[in-house]
């Protein structure tokens, strides 16, 4: 699922990085990790998950006393499903097969929470009840304060009366830049039955469970409003629904469902994030602006410039970038996006005009990343992934050359882990 009870529980890899060794890393361990993974010879795997979903299971049935489940009555979802042609999902409330990227921004407990959801080129097949289901599988990653707290793998279906169904997840919690456990993990057939994720035609008061095996997963939905209209990131959209979602502790987040997006916004009690921008949805027709192209070279640039201390040369192009940041964002462009990209030239402006090397880095990457979210609305995805590829390399150098031991194991998870996105496309 796109936000989740536990990122907030188990993963808070920030505050004990620093606690680490520190080792230094040479560059050309960064540039033959990087070999390795456009070449194809990096696993994308993780270790398996199956000891460690058995131990969060165990810890979660202690909590399962909290849920307050509602009525049988009011459930919508007690009938058992017919899968026939489960991969087209039409549903527009959940529209996972026809979202290719999905970001998502907003804050944790102080700390700034990113999230990406990219559509997998592969089906899994999934036996329940002795029929095998083939599934969409569509991958997750979170960031707090831009290190990665959590990677999965989820698998979705549509039922013939056009609910979509949660097959499961295959979860990495991580502490520190490495896989701490795999908490949240399970699949249908092997530890329960499916659940619904979204009904065909939510009614208010409907009640349906995404995720159905109490004592080791749990969360249950009512519809508490329909036919709303929500700010997109390029004007209203209609017809979004708002949901209350009930966890296994007891705690509920509120959720909006907007149609060709599926969750738009989740809130917690420490919590908010919302949809930044979506693709196909929200790509634009012909060519990126050429105001964004000198935002995200300027960003790489200013990065190859800095070892040679030429802050002249650099403030330079900085006032080039922010001119450009200037005529661009007159427009219309998505808010999230637009707040990200001001908050990343400022710091840069600031690191820049503190002749600060690490730091103005560290800055430049942050401009480079939010270029490519806009660059997303025009390019092909496996691009941009592409790209991202070779700014979480620039990550790599300037954790390595830091020796932060738990940046650079972190670094490279989230390049294993976009890798997994576009090892289809090498050697095309």
């Known amino acids: 699922m796109n936000l989740r009870q536990e990122t907030r529980d188990h993963t808070r890899p920030l505050g004990a990085r620093g606690r680490r060794t520190k080792t230094l890393i040479g560059t050309g361990l960064v540039m033959t990790v990087l070999g390795s993974l456009v070449g194809g010879g990096a696993s994308a795997g993780a270790a398996s998950s199956a000891g460690a979903s058995a131990a969060g299971a165990s810890a979660s049935a202690t909590r399962s006393a909290a849920v307050s489940p ?75 304060d831009g290190r990665v707290a959590e990677t999965a793998v989820d698998y979705f279906a549509q039922a013939d009366d056009g609910s979509v169904w949660y097959f499961g997840e295959k979860v990495s919690n991580y502490e520190d830049g490495v896989i701490a456990n795999h908490e949240g993990s399970w699949l249908a057939g092997r530890d329960g039955r499916p659940g619904m994720i979204m009904p065909a035609d939510p009614k208010v008061g409907d009640v349906y469970r995404p995720e159905n095996i109490p004592g080791f997963v749990f969360e249950e939905v009512t519809v508490k409003a329909i036919n709303k209209t929500v700010a997109g990131p390029r004007g209203p959209v209609q017809g979004a629904i708002r949901v209350q979602e009930r966890l296994m502790d007891g705690t509920t987040e509120s959720k909006v469902f907007a149609p060709g997006y599926g969750e738009f916004r989740a809130e917690a009690a420490d919590e908010l994030v919302k949809l930044a921008v979506a693709v196909p949805i929200d790509a634009q027709r012909g060519s990126a602006p050429g105001e964004l192209r000198v935002l995200y070279r300027g960003a790489t640039k200013i990065f190859n410039a800095v070892p040679s201390k030429d ?27 637009e707040s990200q990209m001001t908050a990343a030239l400022e710091g840069l402006s600031g690191a820049v005009g503190a002749e600060t090397p690490g730091p103005a880095r560290q800055a430049a990457i942050e401009v480079y990343g939010a270029g490519l979210d806009f660059l997303l609305q025009y390019r092909r995805v496996p691009a941009i992934d592409f790209d991202r590829l070779d700014l979480w390399g620039r990550q790599l150098i300037v954790d390595s050359a830091a020796g932060d031991r738990g940046g650079v194991a972190g670094d490279i998870a989230v390049l294993k882990t976009i890798r997994a996105r576009v090892a289809h496309t090498l050697g095309k």
Do not use: C
Request: hydrophobic letters at 40%.
């Open 70 to 144: 509602a009525p049988k009555k009011r459930r919508i979802d007690r009938a058992r499903p017919v899968f026939s042609n489960p991969t087209k999902i039409t549903n527009p409330l959940f529209p996972i097969s026809k979202l290719d990227h999905v970001i998502q921004l907003g804050e944790d407990a102080g700390e700034s929470l990113r999230v990406e959801i990219a559509l997998l080129p592969k089906t899994r097949t999934i036996k329940w009840r002795g029929k095998g289901v083939e599934t969409v599988v569509s991958q997750f990653i979170a960031y707090l």
């Open 311 to 337: 802050w002249a040369g650099i403030s330079a192009r900085l006032e080039s970038m922010t001119a450009a940041w200037d005529t661009y964002r007159a427009g219309d462009i998505p808010t999230l996006l």
